[in-house]
C-alpha cells in the first residue's frame, strides 16, 4: 500500500520505476509464457527485460519491435552462449534443437555458462533490478541474485496442482520409496494432497527423477528455497485449493498471474518463435469456412518428435474419426524422410475438403480462440492444456513425459474437462520408440470428444466454457490475477537500488540456510515469543514470510531408520530413537488425554479414548472430580468390556480464581466474567497431572491435551513425552484461524479505516475457498480484549506439540486437511467422526432415551426436525419463546431440547409458557429438559433435520448420520462451521444471522419466531433441486462418515498408524 502523500515527502525524489529482469530456461515451452509475463509487466508501468540467448532473441526480435512500437518498457536482452561447451552443436541455443535424449544434460550444464554474461548485464545497469524472476531450472540465477543483493522469485512452468505433488514427493520421501521398487506398474498415492492423487514409477513428479540427474535436481530444490516466491502461470479460480496448499507447504509466497496466454498476446509478432513460418490469414480464412465447434484441433507440443509410424498413426486416425480437424506437424517430423513427405502429400490430398495440416509453428491461441474448435487433442503441456481452459476448449488428453501425466489428472479427474486417450507409461522426450497408441485410439478419442452428447460430454463443455470464462474475469481488471499483478509490482517497486556488494545490500534476501531442520520455521517465524526465527509477522500475500522448511533435511529425514547417525526431529522422534536402540519388546502403548472441562471438549475426547483402547491402547482421561463422576458410566461400561480405558480424577479447586466449588465446568458458568477465572483456574491441574504422570509404572507414549490446555505442554516437555494437541473445531475452521494469524487478519481488520464497522467484510487469506469474516466472526477463540495472554500460549502450545488429532474425516475435508498440515508442518491425525465409534449414549444419559426413542418410532420417516443448541448458550425467556413459537408455526413434527439451566434460572412465568407449550404441541412435538442422547436422536430414521447452533460436534454428528441442517451460529467458530455446511459442502440452510452472541447469554439477538418457522420449512419441505441435492449430499457424507470409521477406512487406518507411531515410545 502506498503511504500518504506528505508535506516532508513531497520534497522527495519520485519512485524509480520497478524493473524486474526475466531469465527463462532457452526452451520454448519456457520462453512463450515468460515472453507473456514479461509484456504483462510492461502494460502494467514496470519495466521488464528478458535475458535469452542469441537464437531465441532472434526469435523474439518481433516481440520486441512490437513492443517498441507500443511504448512499452520491454526489451529482449541478448547473452553470449556457448553450447561448444558441452560438446554440442553451436545451433543448439534451445531445447527444440537438440535431437536425442543424452545431450538434455550437456545443453543444462552448459546454460550455466549464462551466469557471468547475466551477471555482468545486471551489473552494468544504472540501478540495481527491483527483481529476478528465473525459471524454476535456471539455478545459476540464484547466485547471481544472491551475490548482488536482488531479490528474486522463481517461475514454475507447470501447474500448482503438479507443483505440490512434486514438493510433496520430495518432502515425504515418494521417491525413496519408489527407487526401492522394481515394478513399474505399482500405484503409490501423492501424499499430502486435496485429492487423491495415484502416480507409477514412470509417471511419479519430478524433473529430475532419472539417474544421473540428482545433482541437478539438488541445485534446483536448493535453488527453490533460496528463492523469495514462486510465480505461477495460473489462476485461483482453477487452482485455489492447491494454490494455498503449495503456498502453505513452500513458505512462500505464490504470486498466480495466469492465464498469461490472455494478455493481449500478438501472434504475428510471436510467430518467429517458432521454427517454421506460417501463414496466419490462410489459417483463419479456412477455420472461417469451417461450422462452430466442429474442429478438432492436434498439436503435441515442441519438444516430442513423432517418429513416421507415430506420425501415420496419428494422421490416420483423424480420417478415420470423420472429423474436421487442423493438425500442427512440426518441420522437422515431416522432413525426416522422403517417404513422410510423400505419405503427408496423400494424407493432404485425401482429406482436402475436411482437414487442414500445418507443417511448422502455429498460432496456438488464435486457433483455440477460433468459434470453430471444438476440441483439443493435446500433449498436456501445461501451457497448452492452460491455452484450452482460457478460451473454454475441451480435451483429449495424450500425456508423454514430465509434469504431462498429472497435468491429464488435472484435466480429466479435478476439473471434469478432459478424455483420456489411455496411455499409462511415459515415452522418451526426444522421441516416442515404446508409444502403443494406434490409428483406433485416435479416432475413438476424437469420436468422444466431439461427438459425445450423454450428459458427461454436456458436462465437460459446460465446465471448459465456465472455466474461460473465469479466466477472462481472472486477468480483467479487478480479478484475482490483475489484483496480483498490481500487488507483485507494488511489494518491488522500491527494492531496486545503487548496485551494492551482497553483504551490504542483500538484507533479508540471503539464501536460508540449508542442513538445519526447521519443520515448522514457516509458522514459527511469526511468532518471536516461541521462535528463534528473526522477522515480523508477515502482513499477507504481498509480504515476504520467514524461512521455509529445509525440504533436503525433511526428505532425508523420512528415511532416518536407513541412515545412521541420522538427527531426530522432535520429542517424539528422540522417544522412538530411544525405544529402538534397546532390545526390550514394545510395551501396550499408552495414550493419556487431557481434555477441557466443558462438555463439547470432553464428549470427543472421551469417544478417543474409547476408540484408541478399542484398538488395543491403554487410554487414561484426566479431568475433574465432577465430569469424573459424570463419566462414571463410561468408566463402568469399559470396565464390564474388559477395555483399557480409565478416568483419573484430578483435584481442582475452582476457589484459587474466585469461583463457586461445584464451578468444575464450562457448561456451569453463569456469566462472561467468569471464562477467563475459569481458563486460569484450569492451569492448577498441571501439578496434580505431572504427579498423576510421574506416579506411573512406565512414562505415557503420548499425551494429548486440548488445545487450551496450554498447562499440559510444559508437562510433556519437563518429562520428555510426545504431545499432540486436541483441536475441537473443523480443519477448515483451523485452517481459518491459523491463517489469520500467519496473515495478521486481525492486525489488518484493527488497522482498517472502518474498523468500527461490525459489517465490513474480510478475505481469509490462504484459503482454497474464497472465505469472509466480519469483525465479529474472524477466527479466534482468544480475540477479546484482555484474553491476548492466554491466545499467545495457546499458540505456543500448539507450536511445541508434535501433531494434532482433529475431528473429521478425509473424504469431508480432504482440501482443508491438506493445507492445514503443509501450513502447520506437523501430522495431521483425522482420526472422525468419533461420535460413530460404538457411543453408548446409556452411559453419559441422565434422561429416558426410552421414552425419546418409543416417540421416535412413532413419526413418520424423515418427518421430525431435532432442535438442540448445545451445553453452553443460554436462551434468555424471551428467545426460548422464539424459538417454540416459531417451532408451532412451521407445522412440523420436532424433537426441542431445552436446557434444565434455562428452567431453573428463569422465571415461574417461563415453567408455566412450556407446559402450556408442550399441552399445545403435545400431538407432533416432544421437548426434552435436559441433556439428550443426540447421536442416537439423529440416528433414528424419523428425524429429517436438524437445526443447530453450528458446533463442530452437534454438525458433525449431523453429517455422520446424512441429516442436512438449518444453521443458527452464536460464537466462536459457529459463523465459519455455518460457511463450511451451507457453502462448501452443501447440506445447510441458513437461519440468516450475521453477528455474534455473547458466549453465555444472547440480549442481543435478532431472530424471530417467523425465521424459525421459515427456515424449518424450507429445511423440511423444500421440493425443489436445491432441496434435493442437499438432502443427496448428506446421505453421501454419511456414507463417507461410516465408510472412514470402517475397517480399511481413511480413519480407522489414521488410528491404527497413530497407535504404530507411538508403541514404543514410552519408556521406564
Known amino acids: 500500500m502506498t503511504a500518504p502523500m506528505t508535506a516532508e515527502s513531497t520534497t522527495q525524489p519520485p519512485s524509480p520505476q520497478p524493473h524486474f529482469v526475466l531469465a527463462p530456461l532457452a526452451a520454448h515451452g519456457h520462453v512463450i509464457p515468460m515472453v507473456d509475463l514479461a509484456a504483462l509487466l510492461a502494460a502494467h508501468g514496470a519495466r521488464a527485460s528478458l535475458v535469452t540467448t542469441p537464437l531465441n532473441a532472434t526469435r523474439l526480435r518481433g516481440v520486441a519491435d512490437k513492443a517498441a512500437r507500443e511504448k512499452l518498457p520491454l526489451e529482449i536482452v541478448e547473452l553470449p552462449f556457448s553450447p561448444a561447451v558441452a560438446g554440442l552443436p553451436s545451433d543448439c541455443q534451445n531445447a527444440d534443437k537438440l535431437s536425442e535424449d543424452a545431450q538434455l544434460t550437456p545443453f543444462l550444464i552448459a546454460m550455466r555458462a549464462l551466469d557471468a554474461p547475466f551477471e555482468a548485464y545486471v551489473r552494468a545497469l544504472e540501478r540495481r533490478p527491483s527483481c529476478i524472476i528465473s525459471d524454476w531450472c535456471n539455478t545459476w540465477a540464484a547466485g547471481v541474485a544472491w551475490r548482488l543483493g536482488i531479490p528474486r522469485l522463481f517461475f514454475h512452468g507447470p501447474s500448482c496442482f503438479y507443483s505440490l505433488c512434486d514438493l510433496n514427493a520430495v518432502v515425504h520421501g515418494l521417491h525413496e520409496q519408489i527407487v526401492a521398487d522394481d515394478e513399474q506398474e505399482t500405484t503409490y ?104 465447434g466442429s474442429v478438432v484441433y492436434v498439436s503435441f507440443g515442441s519438444v516430442l518428435r513423432k517418429l513416421p509410424k507415430h506420425l501415420f498413426e496419428v494422421g490416420n486416425g483423424l480420417e478415420d474419426s470423420g472429423k474436421p480437424f487442423l493438425w500442427v506437424v512440426k518441420e522437422s517430423e515431416a522432413s525426416s524422410r522422403p517417404e513422410v513427405q510423400e505419405w503427408l502429400d496423400e494424407f493432404m490430398a485425401r482429406t482436402a475438403t475436411r482437414g487442414l495440416v500445418v507443417r511448422g509453428w502455429a498460432p496456438q491461441v488464435t486457433i483455440l480462440s477460433h468459434r470453430a474448435v471444438g476440441g483439443f487433442l493435446t500433449h498436456c503441456g501445461w501451457n497448452s492444456l492452460l491455452e484450452a481452459i482460457a478460451r473454454g476448449v475441451p480435451v483429449a488428453t495424450w500425456p508423454h513425459f514430465a509434469d504431462q501425466f498429472l497435468n491429464e489428472r488435472l484435466a480429466v479427474d479435478v476439473l471434469g474437462v478432459g478424455v483420456p486417450i489411455g496411455v499409462t507409461a511415459p515415452v522418451s522426450m526426444l522421441n516416442e520408440e515404446s508409444l502403443t497408441v494406434d490409428r483406433g485410439d485416435v479416432a475413438r478419442v476424437v469420436s468422444v470428444l466431439m461427438d459425445g452428447g450423454g450428459e458427461e460430454a454436456e458436462e465437460r463443455r459446460r465446465k471448459a466454457k465456465e472455466y474461460g470464462e473465469q479466466a477472462r474475469r481472472a486477468m480483467a481488471k479487478g480479478g484475482s490475477s490483475y489484483e496480483n499483478v498490481m500487488r507483485l509490482i507494488a511489494r518491488f517497486s522500491n527494492t531496486g537500488g545503487a548496485m551494492t556488494s551482497a553483504a551490504s545490500a542483500a538484507g533479508s534476501f540471503l539464501p536460508h540456510s540449508l542442513g538445519t531442520d526447521r519443520v515448522s520455521d514457516n509458522i514459527k517465524s511469526l511468532f518471536p515469543s516461541s521462535s528463534t526465527a528473526s522477522g515480523a509477522a508477515s502482513a499477507g500475500r504481498d509480504e515476504y514470510r520467514g524461512s521455509p522448511p529445509d525440504l533436503l533435511s525433511r526428505r532425508q529425514a523420512t528415511s532416518r531408520r536407513s541412515h545412521a547417525g541420522a538427527m531426530p526431529q522432535s520429542v517424539a522422534e528422540k522417544a522412538v530413537m530411544a525405544a529402538e536402540s534397546t532390545a526390550q519388546a514394545p510395551a501396550q502403548p499408552h495414550f493419556v488425554l487431557a481434555p477441557l472441562a466443558a462438555h463439547g471438549h470432553l464428549i470427543p475426547m472421551v469417544d478417543l479414548a474409547g476408540l484408541l483402547a478399542a484398538h488395543g491402547a491403554r487410554a487414561s482421561l484426566v479431568t475433574t472430580p465432577l465430569n469424573a463422576t459424570w463419566l462414571r458410566g463410561v468408566a463402568g461400561k469399559a470396565a464390564r468390556e474388559k477395555l483399557p480405558l480409565e478416568i483419573v480424577e484430578l483435584p481442582f479447586s475452582p476457589a484459587v480464581a474466585g469461583l463457586p466449588p461445584d464451578y468444575q465446568s464450562a457448561d456451569k458458568l453463569s456469566e462472561n466474567e467468569q471464562f477467563t477465572p475459569f481458563v486460569k483456574a484450569m ?14 509404572e512406565r512414562r505415557p507414549s503420548c499425551i494429548i491435551s486440548d488445545w487450551c490446555n496450554t498447562w499440559a505442554a510444559g508437562v510433556a516437555r519437563s518429562l520428555g513425552i510426545p504431545r499432540l494437541f486436541f483441536h475441537g473445531p473443523s480443519c477448515f475452521y483451523s485452517l481459518c484461524d491459523l491463517n489469520a494469524v500467519v496473515h495478521g487478519l486481525h492486525e489488518q481488520i484493527a488497522a482498517a479505516a472502518d474498523a468500527d464497522d461490525e459489517q465490513e467484510t474480510y478475505v481469509v487469506p490462504g484459503m482454497p475457498v474464497r472465505v469472509t469474516v466480519t469483525k465479529g466472526t474472524v477466527p479466534g477463540f482468544y480475540n477479546a480484549p484482555g484474553c491476548e495472554a492466554l491466545r499467545d500460549e495457546a499458540i505456543e502450545a500448539m507450536l511445541a506439540a508434535d501433531g494434532v488429532v482433529v475431528n473429521t474425516f478425509l473424504d469431508l475435508e480432504a482440501q482443508f486437511v491438506a493445507c492445514y498440515e503443509a501450513a502447520l508442518g506437523k501430522p495431521v491425525w483425522t482420526l472422525g467422526p468419533l461420535c460413530l465409534h460404538n457411543r453408548d449414549d446409556e452411559a453419559m444419559a441422565s434422561t429416558d432415551q ?50 434444565e439451566s434455562e428452567l431453573v434460572s428463569s422465571r415461574p412465568e417461563v415453567q408455566e409458557w412450556l407446559d402450556e407449550f408442550m399441552a399445545r404441541t403435545a400431538t407432533r412435538g416432544l421437548v426434552v429438559r435436559g441433556w439428550a442422547p443426540q447421536v442416537t436422536i439423529l440416528s433414528h430414521r424419523a428425524v429429517g433435520g436438524f437445526l443447530t447452533h453450528c458446533g463442530w460436534n452437534s454438525l458433525l454428528e449431523a453429517i455422520a448420520r446424512g441429516v442436512p441442517v438449518a444453521t443458527w451460529p452464536h460464537f466462536a467458530d459457529q459463523f465459519l462451521n455455518e460457511q463450511l455446511a451451507v457453502d462448501v459442502l452443501g447440506v445447510g440452510v441458513p437461519i440468516g444471522v450475521t453477528a455474534p452472541v455473547s458466549m453465555l447469554n444472547e440480549e442481543s439477538l435478532t431472530v424471530d419466531r417467523g425465521d424459525v418457522a421459515r427456515v424449518v420449512s424450507v429445511l423440511m419441505d423444500g421440493g425443489g433441486e436445491e432441496a434435493k441435492e442437499r438432502r443427496r449430499k448428506a446421505k453421501e457424507y454419511g456414507e463417507q462418515a461410516r465408510r472412514a470409521m470402517a475397517k480399511g477406512g481413511s480413519s480407522y487406518e489414521n488410528v491404527m498408524r497413530l497407535i504404530a507411531r507411538f508403541t514404543q515410545t514410552g519408556v521406564e
Open 189 to 292: 498415492v501423492v501424499p499430502r494432497m486435496p485429492v487423491r492423487v495415484t502416480v507409477t514409477k514412470g509417471t511419479a513428479p519430478g524433473f529430475f527423477n532419472f539417474p544421473g540427474y540428482e545433482a541437478l535436481r539438488d541445485e534446483a530444490i536448493e535453488a527453490m528455497l533460496a528463492a523469495d516466491g514462486v510465480v505461477v502461470n495460473t489462476f485461483l479460480d482453477l487452482e485455489a485449493q492447491f494454490v494455498a496448499c503449495y503456498e502453505a507447504a513452500l513458505g512462500k509466497p505464490v504470486w498466480t498471474l495466469g492465464p498469461l496466454c490472455l494478455h493481449n498476446r500478438d501472434d504475428e509478432a510471436m510467430a518467429s518463435c517458432g521454427t517454421g513460418s506460417t501463414d496466419l490469414r490462410a489459417i483463419t480464412a479456412w477455420l472461417d469456412e469451417q461450422v462452430t
Open 850 to 899: 426410552r421414552a425419546i426413542t418409543v416417540w421416535l418410532d412413532k413419526q413418520a420417516t424423515g418427518s421430525v426436525v431435532y432442535v438442540g443448541f448445545g451445553s453452553v448458550l443460554r436462551r434468555l425467556p424471551k428467545h426460548l419463546f422464539e424459538v417454540g413459537h416459531g417451532l408451532e408455526d412451521s407445522g412440523k413434527p420436532f424433537l426441542w431440547v431445552v436446557k
Open 683 to 696: 492451569r492448577a491441574l498441571d501439578a496434580p497431572f505431572e504427579a498423576y504422570v510421574r506416579a506411573l
